[in-house]
């Protein structure tokens, strides 16, 4: 699962962007955390240091992209 969203990271920054805030393992946690707690986006995205918008992003990536496989 990390290759296959290291690849899709890859395609999405051919042309240059800010890195993500958080490397691809901890994305892969966060969702994981968030579905299997099934608590609030912000209580997840205040252990990784994030905001809660870039919680959501990261979650609707990964289950987007697993969708996708």
């Known amino acids: 699962m990390?290759?296959?969203?290291r690849n899709f990271e890859n395609e999405k920054?051919?042309?240059g962007g800010r890195?993500?805030?958080?490397?691809?393992?901890?994305?892969?946690l966060l969702m994981l955390q968030?579905?299997?707690e099934y608590c609030t986006?912000?209580?997840?995205a205040s252990s990784y240091?994030?905001?809660?918008t870039?919680?959501?992003?990261?979650?609707?990536?990964?289950k987007d992209l697993k969708?996708?496989?």
């Open 2 to 5: 990390v290759q296959v969203i």
């Open 13 to 15: 920054f051919i042309a």
């Open 19 to 28: 890195p993500p805030k958080l490397i691809i393992e901890d994305q892969i």
């Open 34 to 36: 968030y579905y299997r």
């Open 41 to 44: 986006l912000f209580s997840v």
């Open 49 to 52: 240091n994030v905001s809660e």
């Open 54 to 62: 870039t919680a959501w992003r990261y979650k609707q990536e990964i």
């Open 67 to 69: 969708l996708a496989v």
